[in-house]
C-alpha cells in the first residue's frame, strides 16, 4: 500500500477562528490529492480535487472562499477551514491518488487517517 | 447523476462464514472499482481494486465485476470478528475522481 499523512488528528476551535489540515503523502509523489468530509453514519462526499501547482476543483455547493486548499508540492496539500462555524464540524479526510503509470483506470487513491474537527 | 448502491445493513454473519457484500453503479462507463472499509471513527482503508470482469482474489477476499449486470461484489471467506466495520463500494466515474455508496455495515459475532 500507501502512505498517507494527516496533520492534526483531531482539532477543537472557537467559532470564527481558522483552521489548517495538512495531507501529506510519505512515500509517493501525488500531483493530485482529494478532500472529503463525512458526517456521522453518511459517506464520504468530495470537496475538492487538490492539484499540485494549480487552483483547486471543487465540487458543487462546496465555498471555495470558506474551504482554502493549497497544494505547493507534490507531497503536500493543506485545506484550511476559514471562519469555522459548528456546522464545519465534521470528519476532514484527504486522499492522495497514486498513479499506476499509463492507465488512469488503475490509479487508486490511498486515505490519510482524518482530521476530526470541532468548532465550539 | 451517477450513484453507487449499497444495501446498509447490517449483515450479520458467524465466525469462519462468508460475507458476500453487494453495490450496484449506474454510469454505465465506469472502469475501475474498489472496496474500502471503514472502521468506526477511522479513514478508509484500500481492501481491493477490480477493473476486469470476473474474480480477483486477495487472501480471503474476491472481488467480483459485472459490467454487463453493473454491480460488483465482494466476499470475505472465514470471517473474523476483526472484519466487523462498515465497507464502502467506490466506482471511478471519470478524472479519477471517486462516487461512494452509503457503505454496508458487517458484523461479524464470535
Known amino acids: 500500500g500507501a502512505v498517507v499523512s494527516q496533520h492534526p488528528s483531531r482539532v477543537i476551535c472557537k467559532s470564527g477562528t481558522s483552521v489548517k489540515i495538512e495531507c501529506r503523502s510519505l512515500?509517493?509523489?501525488?500531483?493530485?490529492m482529494f478532500w472529503y468530509r463525512q458526517f456521522p453514519k453518511q459517506s464520504l462526499m468530495l470537496m475538492a480535487t487538490s492539484n499540485e501547482g494549480s487552483k483547486a476543483t471543487y465540487e458543487q455547493g462546496v465555498e471555495k472562499d470558506k474551504f482554502l486548499i493549497n497544494h505547493a508540492s507534490l507531497t503536500l496539500s493543506t485545506l484550511t477551514v476559514t471562519s469555522a462555524h459548528p456546522e464545519d464540524s465534521s470528519f476532514y479526510i484527504c486522499?492522495?491518488?497514486?498513479?499506476?503509470?499509463?492507465?488512469?483506470?488503475?490509479?487508486?487513491?490511498?486515505f490519510g487517517p482524518g482530521t476530526r474537527l470541532t468548532v465550539l | 447523476q451517477k450513484e453507487v448502491e449499497q444495501n446498509s445493513g447490517p449483515l450479520s454473519v458467524p465466525e469462519g462464514a462468508i460475507a458476500s457484500l453487494n453495490c450496484t453503479y449506474s454510469d454505465r462507463v465506469s472502469q475501475s472499482f474498489f472496496w474500502y472499509r471503514q472502521y468506526s471513527g477511522k479513514s478508509p482503508e484500500l481492501i481491493m481494486s477490480?477493473?476486469?470482469?470476473g474474480d480477483k482474489e486477495d487472501g480471503r477476499f474476491t472481488a467480483q465485476l459485472n459490467k454487463a449486470s453493473q454491480y460488483v461484489s465482494l466476499l470475505i471467506r472465514d470471517s473474523q470478528p476483526s472484519d466487523s466495520a462498515t465497507y464502502l463500494c467506490?466506482?471511478?466515474?471519470?478524472?479519477?475522481?471517486?462516487?461512494f455508496g452509503t457503505g454496508t455495515r458487517l458484523l461479524v459475532s464470535p
Open positions: 512515500d509517493f509523489q501525488a500531483t493530485t
Open positions: 477490480i477493473y476486469s470482469n
Open positions: 486522499s492522495a491518488l497514486r498513479l499506476a503509470g499509463g492507465d488512469l483506470t488503475t490509479d487508486t487513491q490511498y
Open positions: 467506490a466506482v471511478n466515474t471519470g478524472f479519477q475522481k471517486l462516487v
